[in-house]
């Protein structure tokens, strides 16, 4: 069963997802999108753990444990991360993230 | 399936950290249940008290090692001294925060077991031995910084510094565990033990090992973009300057002392047989890193970004020692972080003395005159600027000479040659700041600010600050003991 | 090995096929006369009513949150559901100090005031 797809497509998948991710990042202009962005860079990640793990070692669950931990920092990342941008909605009025810029970078 | 069976767990191992998160887990109760509003510095007296008892409870581990739930922690006498010194950075930015926070009308209970929690991820970091411990480390000292950069909630800098710090802090977070992932994948494997005898085992092809070659360049990006070496330092000047200062001071010398502390396990440990892969790469970063940091503090007049880019820099001159991957190079690692975190604080004290309330401008102008005013402030202030530049009868001095001496040894002679000549640059605008305060008229009347915990601060850092230059034999003494036994 | 995929690409492709002749053959040859009602958005035939993007109270932002937060930390239960009978006594130890660190967090933000909705 395991044999029916290579590893190296799960891998391409992973890849693409992850790259999908950065790009979401990287061009959002609205906080919660780059928010989104990040978290599909997470996911990308526990699909790949996941895939190693099936493949090469079925015996340890380091792979799979490593996932489930990434889940829960990446659910505690994104509760910051929102609370966030509440707090600067509220003072700003937008969630857009070029216009937040007082500080000089 | 085998059935599960639970690792041994030695948790004595572990009683730093414990306590650390217990306390701060409990203070967190006891502060929203017992403690009236107004009286929140009590909090903060009890989050002190928390981290010098977690220190006391490293006391008699000194001679005790060893490794725990399943070889994923571990507990030697460089963690332990790393301890020491994360929980004296913890209660020393404490300390600073006790007025800072009231006075400038943003006190809440929180701060303190948030800081509390921030050291508890720093002691992960430093005890940890396999990359899912050190990816949780980082993130649980990633997670309440970004809360504490954001803490001065209605000030708008405050909350643009956090949300940038979140931002490109969950970028690295995603390309450390992708990292991590592609290692795991290549050596089936996320200890650092087992990595090394993974790489032992075989003579490693690079065009055989793209998985792990990518996995450990991403995870060494990562690892710059936490420490804030240059490419990965954008962030820094902002965030240091939006956010509260005692929580910079506590990032400024706690978040680059973790993390570095947790590359060098990593270097040391798990690529330590390609090393001719990796040190180029470092090499390369440090060098810009020093250059870049100290010319970036060149033009700057407001002292907080200042600080910034001079903490950037120091990360450059911290690298050389992780480098030299060998007992000196680690010994001078440990030295040289003790004595910036030291002077660092005392500086960002000084700092915080100046800051009038409602003001963000920390403008270098604010130190002119002060010698005249506040003459024990200013000869503190310039002790520190001292120490930061490298001048000889200070900890600052000592820490470069070994780190310098290190890199010559380790065969690393153009670096150690490039950090002298930046170091020269840098005391330029150190000594620009003891210039003003002695030599010209004030600009404008600024009343410092002093206060119980700011003063505690201050002596501290300064009388360590010059005892570790003045007699720096027992603590050298420290950093070699602290190397002996180090667990992989 | 991707051979017995075959079918559901060939699946994949019909659907794609027939799914782009039907829009581009009924937008070739249907007549187009807009009114306004048809151009109003659809509510179940009824008049619409207010501006389709409307404002939710933040209240909704801050329970979303923490819903998020202890929703997640759950996954450690579902491997510890299977495995608890091996585990026996060291486990459900463990998993009460993991519970425990839980509800300081439930109890502190209960006492913050977040889960009042008023």
Redesign the interface.
């Known amino acids: 069963m395991t044999?029916?797809?290579?590893l190296e497509a799960v891998?391409v998948v992973a890849g693409a997802l992850?790259c999908i991710?950065?790009f979401g990042?990287l061009s959002r202009r609205n906080?919660v999108g780059?928010?989104m962005g990040?978290e599909l860079?997470?996911n990308?990640?526990n699909i790949?753990?996941v895939?190693?793990w099936r493949y090469?070692?079925p015996?340890f669950i380091?792979?799979?444990?490593?996932a489930?931990?990434?889940?829960?920092?990446?659910?505690?990342?994104?509760?910051?991360?929102?609370?966030?941008?509440?707090?600067?909605y509220?003072?700003?009025q937008t969630v857009n993230?070029d216009s937040?810029?007082?500080?000089?970078? | 399936m085998e059935p599960l069976q639970i690792p041994p767990v030695n948790l004595i191992l572990l009683a730093p950290l414990l306590t650390v998160v217990g306390w701060a887990s409990a203070l967190l109760l006891v502060d929203v249940f017992l403690i009236p509003e107004g009286k929140k510095k009590l909090t903060g007296y009890l989050a002190i008290a928390g981290l010098l008892v977690a220190g006391l409870v490293g006391l008699p581990l000194w001679n005790v090692s060893g490794s725990t739930f399943s070889g994923m922690l571990v507990l030697d006498r460089y963690s332990l001294s790393l301890t020491w010194i994360f929980v004296i950075v913890g209660a020393l930015s404490i300390a600073m925060a006790l007025d800072y926070l009231p006075r400038h009308g943003i006190e809440q209970g929180e701060f303190y077991p948030l800081i509390m929690f921030a050291v508890a991820g720093m002691i992960l970091l430093a005890q940890g031995t396999d990359l899912i411990v050190l990816f949780l480390g980082i993130e649980a000292l990633s997670i309440t910084l970004y809360i504490l950069t954001g803490f001065a909630y209605p000030r708008l800098t405050s909350e643009e510094a956090a949300m940038k710090y979140l931002v490109l802090g969950a970028f690295a977070a995603g390309f450390f565990v992708y990292g991590i992932a592609l290692v795991y994948g290549a050596t089936g494997t996320t200890s650092l033990a087992g990595i090394a005898e993974f790489l032992g085992r075989q003579t490693l092809v690079a065009e055989d090992q793209t998985l792990l070659l990518a996995g450990a360049g991403m995870v060494l990006i990562a690892f710059s973009f936490k420490t804030a070496l240059v490419p990965f330092h954008m962030w820094t000047p902002d965030v240091y300057e939006g956010s509260p200062t005692p929580v910079a001071a506590f990032m400024s010398v706690g978040t680059k002392g973790a993390a570095l502390a947790a590359l060098l396990r990593v270097l040391a440990f798990a690529f330590e047989g390609v090393q001719a892969y990796w040190l180029p790469v470092l090499a390369a970063l440090a060098a810009i890193t020093m250059v870049v940091g100290n010319l970036g503090a060149l033009g700057q007049t407001n002292v907080k970004r200042m600080l910034a880019y001079s903490s950037i820099g120091h990360a450059g001159y911290i690298l050389l020692g992780i480098m030299v991957a060998s007992e000196r190079g680690a010994e001078a690692f440990l030295f040289y972080l003790l004595a910036y975190a030291l002077t660092n604080l005392g500086a960002f004290g000084v700092v915080i003395a100046l800051e009038q309330q409602g003001e963000s401008v920390w403008s270098i102008e604010d130190f002119a005159g002060l010698y005249q005013r506040r003459p024990m402030l200013a000869v503190a202030m310039a002790l520190f600027m001292f120490s930061l530049a490298g001048v000889p009868p200070t900890a600052g001095f000592m820490a470069k000479f070994f780190i310098f001496t290190a890199a010559y040894e380790g065969g690393l002679g153009w670096l150690a040659l490039v950090g002298v000549i930046t170091s020269a640059i840098a005391a330029y605008f150190y000594l620009r700041v003891v210039v003003k305060m002695f030599m010209q008229e004030p600009a404008r009347e600024v009343q410092p600010e002093l206060n119980r915990g700011l003063n505690a601060d201050i002596i501290i850092a300064g009388v360590a600050t010059l005892l570790i230059g003045l007699v720096p034999t027992p603590f050298i003494f420290l950093a070699q003991q602290s190397l002996v036994a180090l667990g992989g | 090995m991707l051979g017995a995929y075959l079918p559901i690409l060939v699946m994949f492709l019909i659907a794609v096929f027939i799914a782009a002749f039907v829009i581009i053959v009924s937008s070739l040859l249907g007549p187009r006369r807009s009114t306004v009602r048809k151009l109003a958005p659809y509510e179940s035939g009824m008049e619409p009513i207010g501006p389709a993007i409307r404002r939710i109270p933040v209240k909704f932002y801050v329970v979303a949150m923490l819903f998020i937060v202890f929703d997640i930390e759950v996954v450690f239960f579902y491997p510890y559901a299977l495995v608890f009978r091996d585990l026996a006594g060291p486990g459900l130890v463990a998993m009460g100090v993991f519970f425990l660190v839980l509800v300081v967090g439930f109890v502190y933000e209960w006492k913050k005031g977040a889960l009042k909705w008023e």
């Open positions: 044999n029916a797809i290579p891998l992850f991710g950065l990042a906080m780059i928010l990040v860079m997470l990308a990640v790949n753990l895939a190693f090469l070692e015996r380091t792979g799979q444990t490593f489930l931990f990434v889940i829960a920092v990446a659910a505690a990342e994104a509760a910051v991360g929102l609370a966030m941008i509440i707090a600067i509220r003072s700003w993230a937040v810029d007082s500080l000089r970078g």
